[in-house]
């Protein structure tokens, strides 16, 4: 943690100025994401605005979570992204144009109304300067622009790891024991669609029996050492993706 | 133990873990992450089976330690282990088989716990609440009676699936593992008590249903379907996120009950509190399909395999409903006036432009997918009711709806076989005359789906009207009825080609479908149609106690 | 002078509302993802920001589960994406259009 | 006032018929369950398994009838609870069955005729390749309308309500190998729904007034209702009845359903079934009592529909529609019967009518049977040679129609002439009535004169048919049917003191009349001269064969040819509307997000656009789906909170 930021976290015109700063690479790097045709120029527009998040983070005394971003986020997950960009071999440009003109103006008006009524309904209460943080006082309007300590007690008392480690094992324990189910699952996800080449050995049951395709076409029963292959695994739904690129090239 | 007690600060207290209550989800995953390991293990099955029991054997003896149950739960355990043993011993040759057995266990043993919690908290009388687990767990009436609908659920789609995913050359190792582990997040969203929990139920059980629906690799019909849930899902549990962090932003909690009363106080800052119940509502309106965000359905629907798709409409949408129950008439009764005009409408909506778009779809399971619309709009009319009655009348109605919709989603699994193909109407033409029993059980979900007196659909729908008349919301039946009259042109239509249309030659040639683990499975979904038509009562009166939500 | 807290949730409800349009205007697929992300991402904001006006480290817990989550989101989807390249050798979302009425 | 309008109900005795009815409807539904399930092994049997069952029932009708006939008039409302079937708090729904005077009088109609007509199928079905199904039906027809008629909560009515129509449907499909059949019977499937809708609302709307569903409950509170609740209650109740016997707006699904078997027709679609709406608003007569204006709209829709119907019977040339546009002009009169609060003078032709239409459809049925299954009635003629008990019963059926004097057709008519002439405001309707009562005449007379007198014009056909009488199975019903025609008068001899309208004083209750158009003895004359001239018209008419319809009618018969063209103003009206809206809100749906974006940019994107547009199924207009649901949520909830003015007290920067 630079002295910047150890000294933003405690408030003033410092946090102000990082705000602004940090505030506009993050809002930049957002609509650059959106507004890249380069797939690989938005991943790196989305890794800047993660950084930005994460010294947002520190700011708002979430040491532990600006770390975590860093290392998670920009680390690993659009690490990921690239990584995956780079395996399809996607780069160029991408049209922004939609298939169907329009959206892009439909979905802007849309994302305005969106901005501004979540922006009031969220900061509305949280705007004068009393709320520099909000706390109890400033909120009721008692503590009298009195300065806000936020959550300084909070991680002074314990650390802001270990006080997180409290909760996530005491609170939050069935929540974390839960996420492992998350991971498994992802974990499973991430090989039964990635996965290359089937053993076909393990497709089919031996000795089970596939109904034939016509009644007249020989006996019930394929033979268990006929080994299916994977080119068969689509044909029971081939007419649902017959033509595949109908009319893909009017665009 | 106690030396890291007293390592914690002053207020911070370990919470207990109450086992009996999440022994359902333990079980559902412990079975997912047995079923992985014994397919992984390739040919040395027998041995990681063995070294599964030895674990189980340690964690029964863990077990042993704390506890008035214990014994009972060491038992089960030890039990559990010898009998996967065997089944490894005896089915180790034919790894798909051992899977689907130790999920139909694994399932059966759930319904098992649930009714034997059901029977330990209610008497005769609302089924009693606790909040466990430093108020992350719930376990009510609600969670209870899912756990029995989804675990029921889960029986039937294997039966389902057996036969179809051999066929397609899709039945894959982790097919099995996947359905479990979809099911624990279904029974974890059921029980939340928390609104994280309520988060991460729903992506736990998404996410698994996102590879399941993709899992046939080489379809591309599949991987659109799971391509377009995943997206969207994600997109919408966004807002979902949103809305939760708004609630907490403005009450300081995620606990359901408290933060609903705090929302409820007139010191807390309106914006959060309108923009939070918005945003939840997205969420929730995504996951139970609600128009507008229906749109993912009919497509996830029609591409997934249509077990996976059984499995989907019957207990998905009873997960979700649960937790969307939770939340609302649960947490947030207090602050019905803002919300029930805004469900109401979405329901109301739901059920005219479910029930008229479905009128003009061919394929089947793009049909039922749109049916499976009007049908959300039908039970959320109980949410919005805001009643023990309403609430007890939208689990009715799911659970008939499960059963309906295994029903009417096994026949088409079975036809699938048959032709090869996806289903569309005039593909049935004739099947009265060829297969009589198959065509007969279609037309009776059908007609149930449509809401013939005599069957489920009939008595879960008048559930739903009692509760809406009840609650003052007269128009919301009218619309319901409106509804369901236009639904019987689509459901009577696909009759009128079973019944009443010549078989075209190139349906003849094919084989009739034969007896099949499915056809068993569709068999017991008809069975409880009728059975829950004439006498319901027993079950009814199940669902009404089951209304009742952990503060 | 200090930061109100009211800007950081302005900042996180635009950021926000940006991921969504992006989902909405691009049609990479990838993309739409990584826009997904940011909307996530914003919401973390908006939790951070929430867990210091409530003097709560609750906050910052759910923020750690929400990364998890999304992570566990993104192995998942970039795996179908890579297997739908892998049938279609696109990533146009416009391209994915089969299943329709 | 007695028994139910007052909720003056007893329980069944242990051990009385009252205590065992319910076997009536269950008997017939489970051997409908057997012949469905193992029909085809039963072979030569499964009719019998069916007749026996229905004889089952019938005998128990009889019993019941002959106790409660036994009984004091006040304990003639017997109630019995077999099974609880929603237990649902303060609502609780039984399997009950209510035995008054009105369901055992519906219960004798139905299982008699329905009996008859088991017998009758014995022979007309014979050479049907899946008879067991048929019978399977039947039984399930008969057993669906029982629980109709015992029901004792309008939920259980209902129940039958819903099984009769379902029953229609499955054999007006029965033959489906001929098109027309399949979308007769969705037809019908879905006009019942549609009256459904009416009663199923009337439904919530007394459930939610009175809070419970059961008659006996249900009826005495009616009383007490507001005066709104009551109207739409009332209209609504109509809406259902219109539905289930084919009066206006929802009669075009029943002569369609003639593409069914004939016994099915004469069954379901002339004697029982369709007389469901004339029962529902009799059994509801405690509610309509307190609303004579809507009972004058019941009335009039009875009467317009009466004439409409009977218009179009003059002009048809089928067999079976002739009848069956007969059938919805009786219904016709007995609405206008009900609808002035005659209940015992509606449900009094419900039952001869019941028999003598019967009796005709099974006659047509005989005749088309011998007929080689023809059914135009220009190319018959002459066939009473043939066929001396067809023709000879069904000259009775016909004369009974007619209100031939003495007849029983002539005595329910007579009554509910009486009955709108000594109501207030009735004049119109009273008008119309004595013109159909020509009418029908003169149509019916048609009918038997084009079928059995005159030359046989068959014969210069190119395949000619060789009539032969039918079989016993088929002529003993007609006989029996044309016993009950001629003497079925006796029932109710005057509409005072008659016997059904002292049996049927319990269950319904009779609007005061109060005025007097014309006197009955006059009104008696007018009618007799009426049928006279109708009949004789219609027989010397047609006596020679169809009449070349001059140039100057031409148009008007062809607009009743074809039924007033009301089908095809139905679909131009509401089915076409319906379909576009259908597609057009599927469009918005699946790419309507799109074009409404667009729309303006549609005239000059001309083409291309439009191709455009058919590129569905796109994930990205879904999450704009979900963006736009999501704002107009966040308005939606601040609009309901502005409407709520201050419910909310505001903090902080707002």
């Known amino acids: 943690m630079t002295p910047v930021l150890a000294q933003a976290t405690e408030g003033g015109a410092a946090e102000l100025w990082t705000f602004i700063i940090v505030g506009a690479v993050a809002l930049g790097s957002a609509f650059g994401l959106i507004l890249m045709r380069n797939a690989v120029h938005a991943a790196l527009m989305l890794v800047l605005n993660f950084l930005a998040i994460a010294v947002l983070y520190a700011v708002l005394q979430a040491q532990f979570l600006a770390v975590i971003q860093l290392i998670v986020y920009a680390g690993a997950i659009v690490v990921l992204f690239l990584f995956v960009l780079m395996l399809l071999g996607v780069s160029r440009e991408d049209s922004l144009t939609a298939r169907v003109p329009g959206q892009k103006t439909m979905a802007s008006v849309l994302g305005v109304l969106l901005f501004v009524s979540l922006a009031a309904a969220t900061a509305g209460p949280f705007l004068g300067d009393a709320s520099v943080c909000g706390s109890e006082e400033a909120l009721t309007g008692t503590g009298d622009g009195v300065p806000c300590l936020g959550l300084a007690a909070v991680n002074a008392a314990e650390g802001n790891l270990r006080g997180l480690g409290f909760l996530l094992f005491t609170d939050y324990v069935w929540a974390f024991e839960v996420t492992a189910v998350l991971l498994v699952i992802a974990a499973i996800g991430a090989i039964v669609l990635g996965r290359r080449q089937e053993d076909p050995s393990e497709l089919v049951e031996p000795g089970s029996t596939v109904l034939p395709a016509r009644r007249g076409s020989g006996s019930a029963a394929t033979e268990p050492g006929a080994g299916p292959t994977d080119a068969d695994e689509g044909a029971a739904t081939e007419t649902s993706e017959a033509t595949p690129s109908e009319g893909e090239e009017r665009t | 133990m106690s030396a890291l007690a007293q390592q914690l600060p002053a207020g911070v207290e370990i919470p207990e873990i109450p086992w009996a209550a999440i022994s359902p989800e333990l079980t559902l995953f412990g079975a997912g992450i047995l079923v992985l390991l014994l397919d992984t293990a390739g040919e040395r099955r027998r041995s990681a089976s063995a070294i599964a029991l030895v674990a189980l054997l340690g964690i029964a003896a863990l077990a042993a330690i704390p506890g008035e149950a214990a014994p009972v739960v060491v038992a089960l355990l030890i039990g559990a282990g010898v009998v996967q043993l065997a089944l490894t011993l005896w089915l180790h040759t034919r790894p798909r088989l051992l899977g689907a057995v130790l999920t139909v266990l694994a399932f059966a043993a759930t319904i098992g716990i649930a009714a034997w919690q059901y029977q330990a908290a209610a008497n005769g009388g609302p089924v009693a609440t606790e909040s466990l687990l430093a108020d992350m767990v719930a376990v009510d009436g609600v969670a209870l009676f899912t756990r029995f609908v989804v675990a029921g659920a889960g029986i039937i789609t294997v039966l389902l699936g057996f036969a179809y995913l051999q066929d397609r050359r899709i039945h894959r190792g982790e097919y099995y593992p996947l359905l479990l582990l979809t099911a624990t997040g279904m029974t974890l969203l059921a029980s939340a008590a928390d609104l994280l929990m309520v988060f991460l139920g729903i992506e736990i059980l998404s996410l698994a249903l996102y590879v399941m629906s993709g899992i046939a690799r080489r379809d591309m019909a599949s991987q659109e379907s799971a391509f377009k849930y995943l997206l969207l899902g994600a997109f919408s549990s966004a807002f979902l996120l949103y809305g939760i962090a708004l609630v907490y932003g403005a009450t300081g909690t995620t606990h359901i009950a408290t933060a609903g009363a705090e929302l409820a106080d007139p010191a807390t800052p309106a914006g959060l509190v309108f923009a939070g119940i918005a945003l939840m509502l997205v969420g929730f309106a995504f996951k139970v399909a609600l128009v507008p965000f229906h749109m993912w359905t009919p497509d996830v629907y029609q591409g997934a395999p249509t077990p996976v798709t059984a499995f989907m409409a019957a207990a998905t949408k009873v997960a979700a409903f649960a937790a969307f129950l939770r939340v609302f008439t649960g947490g947030m009764e207090q602050l019905a006036w803002i919300w029930v005009p805004a469900v109401s409408v979405l329901a109301a909506v739901t059920m005219i432009v479910g029930a008229v778009l479905a009128v003009v779809q061919d394929d089947l399971k793009r049909m039922l997918g749109y049916s499976a619309v009007a049908h959300a709009g039908y039970a959320a009319i109980g949410l919005v009711a805001v009643s023990d009655i309403g609430t007890g009348a939208t689990l009715f109605y799911l659970l008939a709806y499960a059963v309906m919709s295994l029903g009417s989603f096994g026949i088409l699994t079975i036809l699938e076989r048959r032709q090869r193909k996806a289903i569309a109407i005039a593909d049935l033409r004739g099947l009265g005359q060829r297969a009589p029993a198959l065509a007969a059980m279609f037309a009776l979900f059908l007609l149930s789906l449509a809401g013939i007196p005599g069957t489920v659909g009939f008595i879960a729908k008048f559930g739903i009207v009692r509760a809406a008349v009840d609650a003052g919301l007269v128009w919301l039946a009218v619309v319901l009825v409106v509804s369901s009259v236009i639904a019987a042109y689509f459901y009577i239509r696909v009759i009128v080609a079973m019944f009443m249309d010549e078989e075209p030659a190139h349906l003849a040639d094919l084989p009739v479908p034969p007896a099949s683990a499915a056809s068993t499975g569709v068999s017991v979904a008809a069975v409880a149609v009728i059975a829950l038509g004439v006498l319901p009562p027993a079950v009814i009166d199940l669902a009404e106690r089951a209304a009742t939500f952990a503060g | ?101 | 006032m007695t028994g139910l309008a007052e909720g003056a109900a007893v329980v069944a005795p242990a051990g009385s018929p009252a205590a065992w009815a319910w076997l009536m409807a269950v008997v017939p539904l489970v051997s409908a369950a057997v012949l469905l399930l193992v029909g085809r092994r039963l072979g030569r049997a499964a009719p019998w398994v069916a007749i026996l069952s229905a004889g089952f029932s019938l005998t128990l009708a009889v019993w019941a009838a002959v106790w409660l006939a036994g009984r004091e008039a006040a304990e003639r409302t017997v109630v019995h609870t077999v099974a609880t079937w929603l237990p649902a708090g303060e609502l609780e729904v039984d399997w009950a069955v209510l035995v008054d005077p009105l369901a055992v009088a519906m219960s004798l109609l139905v299982t008699g005729v329905g009996l008859l007509i088991h017998v009758y199928s014995l022979g007309y079905m014979e050479h049907d390749s899946d008879i067991p199904r048929f019978f399977a039906y039947l039984n399930l027809f008969l057993g669906s309308m029982l629980v109709l008629v015992l029901g004792e909560s309008l939920l259980t009515l209902f129940v039958g309500w819903e099984l009769v129509g379902l029953c229609s449907y499955l054999l007006i499909g029965f033959w489906f190998d001929e098109r027309p059949n399949a979308s007769a019977a969705k037809k019908a499937f879905v006009i019942n729904r549609v009256g459904d809708v009416g009663f199923m609302i009337a439904m919530f709307l007394l459930f939610g007034a009175i809070g419970s569903l059961s008659l006996v409950e249900v009826l005495p509170a009616a009383e007490g209702l507001a005066g709104g609740t009551l109207v739409a209650v009332g209209l609504l109740l109509l809406l259902g009845a219109t539905g289930k016997s084919a009066q206006i707006p929802l009669f075009v699904w029943l002569p369609d359903a003639m593409a069914g078997p004939t016994p099915v027709s004469a069954l379901i679609h002339a004697a029982t079934m369709v007389t469901a709406g004339v029962y529902l608003i009799a059994r509801m007569s405690p509610l309509y009592v307190q609303i004579p204006e809507i009972g004058l709209v019941v009335a009039a829709v009875g009467a317009a529909t009466a004439l409409v119907a009977a218009l179009i019977a003059v002009a048809q040339n089928d067999i079976k529609r002739v009848l069956a546009y007969s059938t919805v002009s009786q219904l016709g009169y007995m609405f206008m019967a009900v609808g002035v609060g005659a209940y015992s003078a509606g449900i009094f032709p419900l039952l001869t009518h019941g028999f003598f239409k019967a009796l005709l459809f099974l006659a047509a049925g005989s005749v088309m049977h011998a007929m080689a299954d023809r059914g135009d009635i220009r190319e018959m003629g002459g066939l009473l040679r043939d066929l001396p008990i067809t023709g000879g019963t069904a000259a009775i059926g016909t004369l009974a129609i007619a209100g031939f004097p003495l007849t029983a057709g002539f005595f329910s008519k007579e009554e509910i002439l009486a009955a709108v002439a000594d109501t207030a405001g009735g004049e119109v309707i009273l008008a119309i009535g004595l013109v159909v009562a020509l009418l029908t005449a003169f149509y019916m007379a048609r009918w038997f004169a084009l079928v059995f007198l005159g030359p046989r014009r068959f014969e210069e056909l190119d395949h000619p048919p060789h009539p032969h009488e039918s079989p016993l199975s088929m002529t003993l019903p007609l006989v029996l049917l044309a016993v009950a025609s001629l003497g079925g008068g006796v029932l109710n001899l005057d509409p005072e003191t008659g016997v059904l309208a002292g049996w049927l004083a319990p269950s319904v209750v009779a609007f005061e009349q109060t005025a007097a158009i014309i006197g009955h003895g006059l009104l008696e004359a007018i009618a007799i001269v009426l049928a006279l001239v109708g009949l004789a018209a219609g027989v010397l008419l047609f006596r020679a064969g169809p009449r070349e319809v001059s140039a100057s009618a031409a148009p008007a018969v062809r607009f009743a040819q074809d039924a007033f063209r009301v089908d095809e103003l139905y679909r131009a009206a509401i089915i076409t509307p319906g379909h576009w809206l259908a597609v057009g809100l599927t469009w918005f749906d699946e790419r309507g997000i799109d074009g409404a974006v667009n729309g303006a940019g549609r005239a000059t994107s001309g083409l291309a656009t439009a191709g455009a547009r058919l590129q569905t199924g796109f994930v990205r207009s879904y999450a704009l789906a979900v963006l736009i649901g999501t704002v107009l949520l966040i308005a939606g909830l601040v609009g309901v909170w502005m409407a709520a003015g201050d419910g909310i007290v505001l903090t902080g920067g707002w």
């Open chain 3, 1 to 101: 002078m200090s930061v109100p807290a009211g800007y950081y949730l302005i900042l996180a409800a635009a950021l926000f509302s940006i991921g969504a349009v992006g989902v909405l205007i691009r049609r990479s697929v990838i993309v739409m993802f990584m826009c997904v992300e940011l909307m996530l991402n914003s919401v973390n904001l908006t939790l951070v920001t929430f867990a210091r006006i409530n003097a709560s480290l609750d906050g910052q817990v759910l923020a750690f589960f929400v990364i998890v989550v999304a992570a566990a989101e993104v192995t998942v989807g970039l795996a179908l994406i890579v297997n739908l390249f892998r049938l279609r050798a696109s990533t146009d979302a416009d391209q994915v259009g089969a299943l329709r009425a």
